[in-house]
Structure formats: C-alpha cells, structure tokens
C-alpha cells in the first residue's frame, strides 16, 4: 500500500511557514480600514502639532540696533553651537610656552527668584559650572579653538577645549595651582595643591594652531537656572604667583563677548580685572562651552508630538492581535491551524514593518518641512548635521516600530485588548509627558520611553546644566542607548508571550 500525507497535514505544513504567515497577515491588516485610518491619524497629530509649534516660533532679540530677528548661533571647531563669553587677561605667546598661577579663592554672585516682587535677589556663591583659570587660544575671535585648565564651582579641577569636550582633574581642595605649557598643536594642563607636585590633567591637540597665540587668565559663570531659563551669576577668581615662560609683555584686558545695552554702548554686565600688587581679581560672566539652549530651535522640537502621535500606532498593535482571539484563531485547534507562536511572530513583523513606515513618513515630513519654516520666520536654528537629522527621521521610525511590537506583546501577554492599550500608554507615552513637563526625567532611563532619545537632535553635555525637561533639551541616555532599552522591552514582551502561548495556548475566545 502506498503512503500519503493527509490534506489536513499538508494544509498545515503550508500555512505554518512564515512566508505564507506573513502574506496572510499583510493581507489582512491592508484590508481592514480602521488599522489603515488609524496610522494615517498617527501621521497627521504629529506632523500637525511639530508644524504648528515651527509656525508659532518667532524668536527676536535686542541689541544695539534695537529689537529684531536673533543671529545665526556662534559655531564652534566641530560644528557645534557655542557660547564664548568670558572675561580675559592675556598677552601674545610666540611659539612654545607656558603659564603658572595660583588660585586661592573663586567666588561671585548669584541671582536667585525675587523673595518680593521687584527686588532683585542677589545672593553671595557661584553656581557649578563657574569657572576660572588659564587660557591659551588662537586668537580673541569668538568660537576659535582654545584648550584651558580651570577650577569650577563644584565640579572640581577641569581641563575643557573647543566648547565641547572636557577632561575631570581632582577635586578643588583648598588653593589651587594651576599650568598651561603649550609646545606646537600640543596643550597640556597640570594641576597642584603645593605648586611642587604636579599632576597632569589632560593634554589635547589644537591641529593648525598658528605660531602666535593669546594666553592668560580668565573668569566665566553661566547663569543660575530657575524657570526653565538662566539668570544672571558671575564668577570672580584671584590669581597670585603668576609666571610666564615665552611672553613677558604687558597684560591686555578683553572682555570677549560682551553684548550692549540698547544704547549700543553700554555693556551689559561687565565684567572686569583689579590689579593689586602681585595680584589680579578677574571677574566675569557668561560661558565657554557648548550652547544647549542658547544656540537656536531644536530639530527635534518638531517632533514633541511623536508620544501622542503613538497611541493610534499602539492601539493598531494590540487590536492586531486581540481581533484574531475575537476570531479564535489563536488558539489549540485542529491540525490546519498554524502554531501560536509563529502567528505572533508574523503579526510582529507586519505590525513593526507598518509602524516604521508610518513614523519614517511622519519624520520625514516634519524635521525638514518644520526647519524650512523655522529659517523662513528668521529664527535661529541649533545647527544640524545631515547625519544627524537621518539618525532622527530613520530613529524615530524604529521607536514607532518597537513600540508597536512591544504593545503587540503586551496584548499577547494579558489578552484583554483595554488593558494591554492601556499599559502600553502607561510605559511609552505616560513617562513622556511627564519628562516634557520636567517631572520624573529619570523615568526616561527605566521604562520603553527612554527610545525618545534616539530623536535628540543636540548632545547633553556633562559640563553643561539644563532644565531637566525635554523642553529643555535635556535626554538621560545618549540616542542609541535610549533606543536599545525601548527595543529591549519590546523583545522582552514578545519572547514572555510566544513562551505562554506555548506553555498555554488559549483556547477559548475573547467574548
């Protein structure tokens, strides 16, 4: 007799293949309306509110000329928005050098919310990034490369170069001796609590530094932060025992940066230097450092929307699922049935591939569409590479996609489509919000919204302060770290119900 196989077995081997899975599924998804309607809605709350937030910025600024459209942000050596306001005690350095002071004493000023309206209140301190010490750069023209070794207000003994990076030395103990020798493109920064022993904090290269350079001493203090904006702090440092090797002329004073009043000729907040035998008191405000805020709009701003523009995505991925048990599909049934598991599978990847298309269109639309409105209403914009502004748009489409799978997994996993949308807003949107409104930023660590960080467009810098908000610019991991906790959940949940729906596989439908 010969052997055959069964029709109902040779059905099942071919619906259990996941090619023939995934076709169903796809056909399945682009036929139902609803599902279609609602990522298109995803797409449009989006792109409607990023477009409304570039239409409605309308950033003016006053200078000596009166009020009107801001400047172009300061750009440093790597392309960076930068401040470099700092008041500088200098002379000219031909060739290789160096200089050796020692600081005291740093301290300063600080405003602080007005107790009564009105009054200004002032208060004795300097805020953490205060800094003060030696400076050696190309020349005074702002945003040109430099390298300096310097005390902060509680951040220690730091060496900082070209804005954006920065090197920790000890902790400030007491009086400080600092050095700065320069030899070629080579700066090396020292430190010493006896002006004996010395320790090197870094040493950094300035490629193309030209044969004469400006070294000396100087003082800066960014701002103190209380309502989400920077209020007037300044730094004053003493410096004693000062020697130079390689320049021996005398000081000259700059205060680099400086802005007017309205006037055109009143500066505003000074800075300035005292001589006192041996000594010079330098005192100063501002930064030199990356410009976080300061430095324009956001790209990433266009998307503030992106949380509520998810919760269409998550309620398609989990009714993906739900309306299948509705159906009784997945469940134990007779042998023509494809297995539990590889169904989920396919409706992940139907699901991921749908929701990162949608968020690819949805970024693709509102990152250049909002910048090109942006400059064309004059405002100042945070410079942007194009590797970065791809990072965001493609980013933002494999957050929409690990969300969608996450949620897909949650619905496998609790089987009640209300609840499963409803934890899925809980762990993606919910943390979002709440970090935009600069409660809980920690939140952005520990649950799937950490993937939000794949979209931000300028780094958190260690060296700088922020507002703790979104809003703020402010992102506890970096881009791709953020993603990977997102994606990880996402692969959690997914593996948690393939692993229940083969222990325990439904078999009685939703009602």
């Known amino acids: 007799m ?36 609602a990522m298109a809605a995803s797409v449009l709350v989006t792109v409607s509110l990023g477009l409304l937030i570039a239409g409605g910025v309308r950033s003016t600024c006053v200078t000596g000329k009166g009020e009107g459209p ?17 008041y500088f005690v200098h002379q000219p350095l031909k060739g290789d050098g160096s200089i050796t002071a020692r600081v005291p004493d740093m301290t300063g000023q600080i405003r602080l919310p007005d107790a009564v309206p009105g009054v200004r209140n002032i208060k004795e301190g300097v805020v953490p990034w205060a800094k003060a010490g030696l400076l050696v750069r190309q020349s005074l023209k702002q945003g040109t490369p430099y390298a300096a070794v310097m ?4 951040h220690g003994v730091r060496m900082q170069y070209n804005f954006t990076h920065d090197l920790p030395g000890g902790p400030h103990n007491g009086p400080q001796w600092l050095r700065l020798t320069r030899s070629g493109d080579a700066i090396t920064g020292y430190e010493s609590d006896d002006g004996k022993t010395w320790t090197e904090v870094g040493t950094v290269k300035l490629t193309g530094l030209p044969e004469t350079v400006e070294i000396g001493l100087f003082a800066t203090s960014p701002g103190a932060l209380w309502d989400m904006a920077q209020a007037f702090a300044q730094a004053t440092a003493t410096f004693d025992q000062i020697t130079l090797q390689g320049a021996n002329g005398p000081w000259r004073h700059d205060d680099v940066g400086v802005s007017m009043e309205s006037d055109g000729t009143t500066p ?11 000594k010079l008191i330098v005192t100063g405000n501002g930064d030199i450092g990356p410009a976080t805020v300061e430095g324009g709009v956001r790209a990433d701003l266009m998307l503030i929307g992106g949380a ?16 299948e048990r509705r ?39 509102v990152i250049p569409v909002g910048l090109a409105m942006l400059r064309a209403n004059q405002n100042p914009i945070q410079p942007i590479t194009p590797e970065t502004e ?42 979002y919000l709440l970090a935009t409104a600069g409660l809980a930023p920690w939140l952005l660590m520990i649950t799937p919204a950490a993937g939000f960080a794949i979209t931000q467009s300028v780094p958190t810098f260690a060296h700088v302060d922020v507002d703790p908000s979104l809003l703020g610019g402010y992102y506890p991991l970096p881009p791709w770290a953020g993603l990977a906790v997102t994606c990880g959940y996402a692969v959690l949940a997914l593996g948690a119900a393939t692993a229940v729906h083969r222990r325990n596989p439904p078999r009685v439908p939703l009602a």
């Open 2 to 37: 010969s052997s055959f196989t069964p029709y109902r077995s040779c059905r099942r081997a071919g619906q259990d293949r996941l090619p023939q899975l995934l076709r169903a599924e796809w056909t399945k998804f682009r036929t139902a309306r609803g599902w279609a309607l």
């Open 70 to 86: 801001c400047p172009a942000p300061l750009v440093g050596p790597d392309g960076a928005a930068v401040r470099d306001k700092y």
């Open 151 to 154: 005390l902060t207000g509680d």
């Open 268 to 278: 505003h907040h000074p800075g300035g230097v005292v001589e006192s035998g041996d």
């Open 308 to 323: 509520v523009g998810l919760i269409p995505v998550l309620v398609v991925a989990v009714t993906f699922f739900t309306a």
């Open 327 to 365: 159906r009784g599909r997945i469940r134990t049934g007779p042998p023509a049935e494809p297995r539990p598991a590889r169904l989920l599978a396919a409706k992940a990847v139907v699901v991921g591939a749908v929701a990162f298309v949608t968020g690819l269109v949805t970024s693709g639309v």
């Open 390 to 431: 791809s990072r965001v748009i493609v980013g933002y489409a494999a957050l929409t996609a690990a969300a969608a799978v996450l949620a897909l997994g949650l619905a496998a996993l609790v089987r009640r489509s209300i609840v499963a949308i409803g934890l899925a807003i809980a762990l993606v949107v919910v943390p």
